[in-house]
């Protein structure tokens, strides 16, 4: 068992927690929150991938593509929470 | 790399068990501050992979904007349960759609598990292309020459991701107010003595990252969610934070705007786009990089102000 491995396991248990919270959950936001658990699960399993190849220092070519995706990441959460709150707004106006 | 070390197995541990937290808790406000605490456990997971410059990353970004963006959606929904789509089911039916969702994210994680475990570790050809070529990228840091030279375009396209994603919360949230970043004050002696505390530091950390990102880790990204931060302090404390709202679109898309330049100033100089010569890499990065580290501070500070309305009625919570 090697470092990289446990993390990939943990990686693993964190993509499948998120895309049940994003499918499973009823409110937005917690479906939101589930797509970014997803998102960080994916990342830990790259960047363990990474860290396995031989050698001394780990593969840069991973880690700047989970760093790029963790910036696309923040923008599409942004996007949707913006969605959600304005959902909500709408909701708001009909049952008034 | 050593064996496995205590901390390695806490860490492993402790990350599926926030991330179930914060899935589970009933009090999405909670749920968020869970949210905000695994995203800081993950950037100790990069540090142990070795990947420092994503542990900054997701410790600003991941973790820190995130969260407020979670923190403020939240105190905009109405609401005690907050809930978009109220439903009602019986006990059963709950019952029955958590153990179907419990069933479906073992499979899952089975799964997964089995690609990590049996994915054979391949010969790392792209490690050894950029071991080869950094000499020449201008720049010490493997990470800093794959994302603004060897995959140059793959950063800009990024950046205009952020521009896309800071143009589309400005057009969906229901504003009053022209762009404008101010009123959002928080009351209060504590965050004024906060804000003189910290912003000084805060501003002099973003310019060290970015300078620093050339060799060590740190970079233009993890700078911009740190003058980010500073932004949301300056606005929080009442200082004035605000851009004439005629000079803001210059702000958000300077950035993109010089790479864009950069880059096809190259395809004249160099003749290919962003293909830079080795003795001058490292100051036309440095170009790029200085108008990403405001562009995307303002941005990042853009997606969080702009998601919401402040003077809403019902947010008054």
Partial sequence: MTPALLYGLSGALLVAIGLTGAIASRSLV??????????????????AFARRVAGP??????????????????????????????????????HE | ?????????????????????????RDLFRAAVVFIVLGLTIALVWVRLDAPDIALAEAAVGAGITGALFMRALGALPGPTRSAHPVRSSRFQRLAVRGAAGV????????????????????????????????????????????????GYDTLLEVG????????????????HAASLGGTRVRGPVILAFAHLVLPGLIVLAAYLLWTGADLPGGAFQGAAVLAGAWLI???????????PGRMP?????????????AAGMVLLNGGLLRFMPATAKWWMLLIESGLLVSCAAILATLVFRLTDDDRPEAGR
């Fill in chain 2, 1 to 25: 790399m050593n064996g496995v070390a205590i901390i390695d197995v806490l860490l492993a541990a402790a990350v599926p068990v926030l991330a179930a937290a914060a899935l589970l808790y």
């Fill in chain 2, 250 to 262: 210059a702000v958000l898309a300077g950035g993109f705007c010089i790479f864009l330049l950069v």
């Fill in chain 2, 104 to 151: 479906f994210a073992g499979i899952v994680a089975a799964l997964v598990a089995w690609a990590v475990v049996t994915v054979p570790s391949s010969d790392p050809v792209l490690t050894s292309l950029v071991r080869d070529a950094a000499p020449d990228s201008g720049v010490g840091n493997p990470v800093t020459a794959v994302l603004l030279n060897f995959r």
């Fill in chain 2, 161 to 176: 991701v952020l521009l896309l994603a800071a143009l589309g919360v400005s057009t969906i949230g229901a504003h009053r």
């Fill in chain 1, 30 to 47: 917690r479906r939101i929150l589930g797509f970014n658990v997803l998102g960080s699960g994916a990342f830990v399993i790259i960047i």
């Fill in chain 2, 234 to 244: 300056c606005a929080f404390a009442g200082f004035p934070a605000d851009v004439a």
């Fill in chain 1, 57 to 94: 220092v780990p593969d840069p070519v991973s880690h700047a593509l989970v760093l790029t995706g963790i910036v696309v990441t923040v923008s599409a959460t942004a996007v949707a929470l913006a969605l959600a709150v304005r959902l909500g707004d709408e909701e708001d106006g009909r």
